[in-house]
């Protein structure tokens, strides 16, 4: 019987669901079930017991649409109905929910709400409820790394790199943001490319930008490789700001602030300027990203070939540019997996140097103390986790722990340039290949 079940799931369900290049290839299949199998129960370990206050946040304002039926139009409308239609879904397995977060509009989570939750008596099937949107949307971006590979060896390979992923792992299981679902959009996006459909392409990358802002500086890249032409080029911006324009157009509509004022306003887009150097008089600054992005800009302009292996290449350049120069929260490194993991099935060399980043990583999460250390497990044991230490307050007396963390962080930013490197030389020498061919 239990073979039975096995076969069904197989042959008729996992085959299926494969992408084509994939379904007549049995190694490929086994492969993919492996560390498909690997993966979930990698996931599944955290789901349950581990979450970020951000969770809290997300699902208090979807809980005003669900149990208050008051509409939520301002910043990240998408995604707050998102949650919004999944917490819906699951009101019966959680007749309880509406008291173990009672939030108000406007309301910060404190620490006291905070303490409620974990030590609440459903806390781990109210966790492993609430991160199952996340679940879908990872385990559709691990089906579009798949799909976007021609090559069988080096999409299994890809799989297994998003699946076991400590990034992805942490971002969306235990930090328990919602990364995930941008960036199945951003590979979406991609997806579409590499099938030749740019229109898809940029509005896929679009509909990204209204889960999280960041993809908006990667739509000038898209649009530049992707148009070939001017007439092309215009449509494809359409394309790419129509979700932004359709979601502030509905937000004005029913009076609530404009959705791009709200982002536009959003401290998160200092992180961008946050670098720069003062050339001597009040306002002559220059932003290192932002020369950085125009100098990138322009010379994609010049030197594209329209291909997707530049667009890919393109993007993750610039995600380099960016986690080298600008600050960022611990789970925004995801947006540098799906490029990343595209640029290691090539080259195994970005294997070792991304493993060695991961550890400068871990240590630049030490600047968020017991809030990314102890605090992120206390669904286990609140009153023992609550008073575990920080490896900040570790180090701290007996070695300034942010000189620590600055040292780990500047090792990172010369990781992230040092790669940069190997890409801009990778394509030179490529060029001069095909010159002499």
Not at 103 to 122: A, C, K, M
Not at 186 to 206: E, H, K, Q, T, V
């Amino acid at each position: 019987m239990k073979k039975n079940l096995v076969d069904v799931l197989r042959h008729r369900i996992g085959e299926k669901l494969a992408p084509s290049q994939y379904r007549n290839d049995p190694s490929s299949m086994n492969s993919i079930y492996k560390w498909l199998f690997i993966g979930l129960l990698i996931r599944f370990i955290f789901m349950p017991i581990a979450l970020h206050m951000d969770l809290l946040y997300v699902y208090g304002r979807s809980s005003l649409i669900v149990y208050k039926g008051m509409p939520h139009l301002m910043g990240q409308a998408f995604i707050t109905y998102i949650h919004a239609f999944f917490l819906w879904i699951f009101k019966p397995l959680m007749p309880y929910f509406p008291n173990v977060l009672n939030y108000h509009p406007g309301q910060v989570i404190s620490w006291r709400l905070f303490y409620e939750f974990v030590t609440d008596p459903n806390v781990f099937r109210t966790l492993f409820l609430l991160k199952v949107p996340y679940l879908i949307f990872d385990l559709g971006c691990a089906w579009l790394i798949l799909a976007v590979f021609r090559d069988r060896q080096k999409g299994v390979s890809a799989f297994k790199l998003w699946m076991i992923n400590p990034v992805v792992i942490f971002a969306t299981y235990i930090f328990a943001r919602y990364e995930a679902i941008a960036v199945f959009f951003i590979l979406l996006s991609l997806y579409y490319a590499r099938n030749n459909s740019p229109n898809r392409s940029l509005f896929s990358l679009g509909i990204g930008t209204v889960a999280r802002l960041y993809p908006v500086i990667l739509l000038p890249f898209f649009i530049i490789i992707l148009g070939k032409n001017l007439l092309q080029r215009l449509k494809l911006v359409v394309l790419g700001l129509l979700p932004l324009g359709v979601i502030t157009i509905l937000s004005r509509a029913v009076e609530q602030p404009s959705q791009l004022g709200e982002l536009a306003r959003a401290h998160h887009t200092d992180f961008l300027l946050r670098m720069h150097f003062s050339m001597g008089f009040l306002y002559d600054k220059i932003f290192i990203f932002v020369a950085i992005y125009a100098f990138l800009l322009l010379y994609v302009f010049f030197n594209t070939d329209h291909s997707f292996r530049n667009l890919w290449k393109s993007s993750l350049i610039l995600m380099f540019f960016f986690f080298a120069t600008c600050f960022f929260h611990p789970q925004y490194f995801m947006w540098l997996v799906p490029f990343l993991t595209l640029q290691m099935v090539e080259d195994r060399r970005f294997v070792g140097l991304f493993l060695v980043q991961l550890v400068c990583f871990a240590v630049y999460t030490f600047q968020w103390k017991r809030w990314l250390a102890g605090y992120l497990f206390m669904p286990l044991d609140a009153s023992f986790f609550a008073q575990l230490r920080s490896p900040f307050e570790i180090i701290d007396p007996y070695y300034s722990a942010p000189k620590f963390i600055g040292i780990f962080r500047s090792l990172f930013s010369a990781i992230c340039f040092w790669m940069v490197y190997l890409l801009f030389k990778d394509s030179l020498l490529r060029k001069r290949e095909e010159n002499a061919e």
